[in-house]
């Protein structure tokens, strides 16, 4: 991450947990006639339920916040902050006392939903757990012909359900919804984040601005699909590397909802039509090659940072080394169009055995044209051995790595590397699992 990333994301981190539940601890403690111990009990359960109208904001992707933080950030802000808001409800939870049913069987609803809420996101649509313990991924796999992306997407929707009984158990005691200051506060905050998720899903879309129509769509190999996409005029010019989410509308052959892919075209091939690489998995990437050319696509972004973090480099004359596994390979080629001639670039590339190596003549045209470009393929994994043959020393001593692929794979590689004597501190990743 650049300094001036990791600066906002301080300054997020610091907004999202302090500046904003300010107000209403503020007014709680100064208007609710209550034992010290008491206001911060209540205090805990407000906090909580900001940061849950937070988390609900922060599902809406807001682009400005991605150009300061980066989307990953926005994601791990997201997770991470639905555990401190349970720890937080939980404290509340143990230790408020109420004698009025009504409130306190919200309150409890509200709490136990949480809990299963946020340990089915843990499990099912984190990689927390599952990319790390090799048995719960096998577990997850096993499960996931129930457990679809689209069923655990209206799971996770659960947490409005939270929202409301909350709001409503506020609202129901009456000595703190009559402390107007709070109450306002605690009422716009809410409107706000569910207005702004509501716009986001469905009014957002429509704009000419996410509007773009399918120009090619045909397989790479066995597993993986080509989609080439035209944007419309309206567009905003992406930048290499950059990711979008693809949402088809209407579409008979393939579900509604919005997915993220990174772009393998680079914006100097064509700015205004940009090319991705598809792995068929699941549900919505296996139903992919039946979209039809000319069919409409809304694509919401462009999000991504990974074009500023090479061009600082470059600036720089700091070595990049661009490592894909699989189709992670889609915005490293992205980024080697367009980085070659310009800064260090070294091409390291694992796939799989029976994967076609499809951007192999694209890589050794960029090799031919220039002088300093490095390009490495295999289809397994590079062992320890392999990278410390591949990889000179300026690279392993200087140059920052950027890897990207599945999340399991990706942690391994980056292992390797500081096994190697590569510093953690340049090491990037993009893991292609949210
Ligand atoms: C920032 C970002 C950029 C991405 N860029 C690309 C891209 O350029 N090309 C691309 O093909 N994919 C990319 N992905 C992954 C892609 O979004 C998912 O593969 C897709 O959304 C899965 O949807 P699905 O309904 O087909 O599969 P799901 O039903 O969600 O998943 C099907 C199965 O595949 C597994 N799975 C899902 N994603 C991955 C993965 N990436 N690697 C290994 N196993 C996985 C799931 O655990 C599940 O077992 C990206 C993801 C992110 C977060």
């Known amino acids: 991450m650049l300094k001036r990333h990791e600066a906002a994301l301080y300054a997020t981190w610091l907004i999202i947990l302090v500046a904003i539940p300010a107000p209403l601890v503020y007014f709680l403690n100064q208007n609710l006639v209550d034992t010290r111990q008491n206001i911060l009990i209540y ?28 989307l990953p950030s926005m994601y791990f802000a997201h997770a991470l902050l639905g555990v401190l808001a349970l720890s937080f409800a939980t404290l509340h939870k143990l230790q408020a006392f109420s004698i009025d049913e009504t409130i306190k069987n919200l309150g409890n609803y509200a709490w136990y939903l949480s809990i299963f809420s946020i340990a089915y996101a843990i499990f099912f649509m984190s990689g927390w757990l599952v990319d790390r313990m090799r048995f719960l991924k096998r577990i997850k796999n096993q499960l996931h012909f129930i457990f679809k992306h689209q069923l655990s997407l209206w799971i996770h929707r659960l947490n409005f359900v939270i929202i409301g009984l909350i709001w409503l158990h506020v609202h129901l005691i009456g000595r703190i919804s009559g402390i107007t200051n709070f109450i306002i506060i605690f009422d716009i905050y809410t409107i706000f984040a569910l207005s702004a998720y509501a716009w986001h899903q469905f009014i957002s879309y429509d704009q000419k601005k996410y509007s773009g ?3 090619g769509n045909f397989p790479l190999d066995a597993t993986t699909q080509q989609l080439v996409i035209k944007l419309g005029q309206k567009a905003a010019d992406y930048r290499a590397g950059d990711i979008f989410f693809l949402k088809f509308k209407k579409n008979p052959v393939i579900s509604s909802e919005a997915h993220p892919f ?46 500023a973090v090479v061009a600082d480099s ?3 004359k700091q070595p990049v080394v661009l490592y894909g596994l699989g189709t992670g390979i889609a915005p490293l080629r992205s980024l080697a169009v367009k980085y070659a001639n310009k800064a260090a670039i070294h091409v390291i590339w694992s796939t799989h055995r029976n994967s076609e190596i499809y951007y192999d003549e694209d890589f050794l045209s960029l090799k031919n044209n220039d002088a300093h470009f490095k390009y490495d ?13 591949i990889l000179d020393k300026t690279e392993i001593s200087a140059a920052r790595f950027i890897i990207v692929g599945s999340a399991a794979i ?24 949210m």
Do not use: C
């Open 377 to 389: 393929v295999k289809k397994a994994r590079f062992t320890q051995e392999n990278l410390t043959s």
């Open 213 to 215: 129509q399918v120009i």
């Open 410 to 433: 990706v942690l391994n590689v980056e292992s390797n590397l500081r096994k190697i004597g590569v510093a953690g501190n340049r090491l990037i990743d993009e893991r292609l699992t």
């Open 262 to 307: 990174s772009v393998t075209s680079s914006p100097d091939e064509s700015h205004k039509v940009v090319t991705f690489t598809i792995q068929r998995l699941g549900d919505f990437t296996k139903a992919i090659n039946r979209v039809a050319i000319g069919s409409d696509v809304q694509l919401e972004g462009p999000f991504g940072m990974l074009d």
């Open 43 to 70: 205090s805990f359960g407000v906090v909580a339920y900001v940061w849950w109208l937070t988390i609900v904001f922060l599902s809406t992707r807001p682009r400005w916040l991605d150009r300061l933080i980066g």
């Open 314 to 316: 470059a600036k720089k």
